[in-house]
């Protein structure tokens, strides 16, 4: 099994920064694509986010693309989403998943682990 941890969201302006923090631990090493999600009140789960473990290679959703980054750290086994320019439509639960394979895929239902959440709040 793996396990996930978000950490780092809370409340902030519009215009400013946060950076969440998924740790992984357990059978990681069989985890190669990472992901973030994110669930605003009465919508949908949607993809944000994700990584190839090894490949280095990203993707984003055109609603985040040119402000949010993805990125890992193989020595912390780590991925972190560094958020800028939020906007108060990025107000949401946000959760990090991953997947086995090689593919990044941006459906709910391909991933086999999740963590538990972490509130991004933006004030306008």
């Known amino acids: 099994q793996v396990q996930l941890v978000e950490s780092g969201g809370g409340l902030v302006q519009a215009g400013g920064s946060l950076r969440l923090s998924c740790a992984a631990s357990?059978?990681?090493?069989?985890?190669?694509?990472i992901a973030w999600f994110r669930q605003a009140p009465g919508k949908e789960r949607e993809f944000v986010a994700g990584i190839n473990w090894s490949a280095g290679s990203t993707a984003y959703a055109d609603s985040v693309k040119g402000r949010f980054t993805i990125s890992r750290d193989n020595a912390k086994k780590t991925v972190s989403l560094q958020m800028n320019s939020l906007k108060p439509e990025d107000t949401a639960v946000y959760y990090c998943a991953a997947r086995g394979g090689t593919v990044l895929v941006r459906t709910t239902w391909n991933y086999d682990a999740w963590g538990q959440g972490t509130q991004v709040t933006v004030t306008s």
């Open positions: 357990g059978r990681a090493s069989r985890m190669y694509i």
